[in-house]
């Protein structure tokens, strides 16, 4: 093997341990009370390597908070979406229920949801770079999505309105789960009552959407 080749991959397999390492400990610590070395020691690397590779415990932090915000969104199934035209109400139905399994996905191993939590709950500095790199783009395709269903175009001011609304319900229950679930002690948030949860938002959203295009094209909203 080429040894530039492979100092690359070894390169990309120390970043990659980092950002892990880095999501278990901000989710657990907050970026105020983290430490690179800290960080360092639990991803098994030199302490030198969170500056070597990112230049500081900040912009680690902004990828970090990237590589959250992917895992959370499936933004890589919503580019697939919107790029191949694929946006059937199955494949809506099924997007829809992997987001709101990551997002309430308790599991110890599963830092993304926790770290996105602290970062909307008590924003830092590095929200503003997130949102310009990577939360704009999600909404337009978040847009892209209900503009398809209502028939409309993606700028129409009923496509902003419904893109929030369809956010909002996630958003909700990911920043409210405990009080969610204390409000509604029979609210059944396993796997399988995930599932019905997330099949009731998309019947929801999609009746939703198709009643205020329906409007809008009829006349019925100025």
């Not at 337009?140 to 309105?161: C, K, Q, S, W």
Request: hydrophobic share 45%; glycine share 6%; with cysteine.
């Amino acid at each position: 093997m080429d040894n530039r080749k492979e100092s690359k991959e070894t390169e990309h397999t120390t970043r990659k341990r980092i950002i892990e390492a880095a999501g278990l400990h901000f989710a657990q610590k907050g970026y105020d009370r983290a430490t690179s070395r800290e960080i360092c020691e639990l991803a098994r690397v030199n302490p030198a390597a969170v500056n070597y590779h990112f230049g500081g415990k900040e912009q680690l932090y902004v990828e970090v908070l990237r590589e959250a915000h992917r895992r959370i969104v499936h933004v890589g199934m919503l580019e697939d979406f919107a790029e191949a035209g694929d946006l059937s109400e199955g494949k809506i139905e099924e997007f829809f229920l992997g987001y709101l399994t990551s997002l309430l996905d308790n599991s110890p191993e599963s830092w993304a949801n926790r770290v996105m939590l602290r970062e909307m709950s008590a924003p830092t500095a590095a929200l503003e770079e997130l949102v310009q790199i990577q939360l704009r783009p999600t909404a337009r395709l978040f847009r892209t999505l209900a503009a398809h269903v209502m028939g409309l175009e993606i700028d129409h001011e009923a496509v902003v309105h419904a893109a929030l609304s369809m956010v909002a319900q996630f958003v909700f229950l990911f920043q409210n789960r405990k009080v969610v679930e204390l409000v509604n002690p029979e609210l059944d948030l396993s796997e399988q009552g995930i599932d019905r949860l997330a099949h009731h938002i998309w019947r929801f959203t999609m009746a939703g959407l198709k009643a205020v295009a329906s409007d809008h094209k009829n006349g019925a909203v100025q």
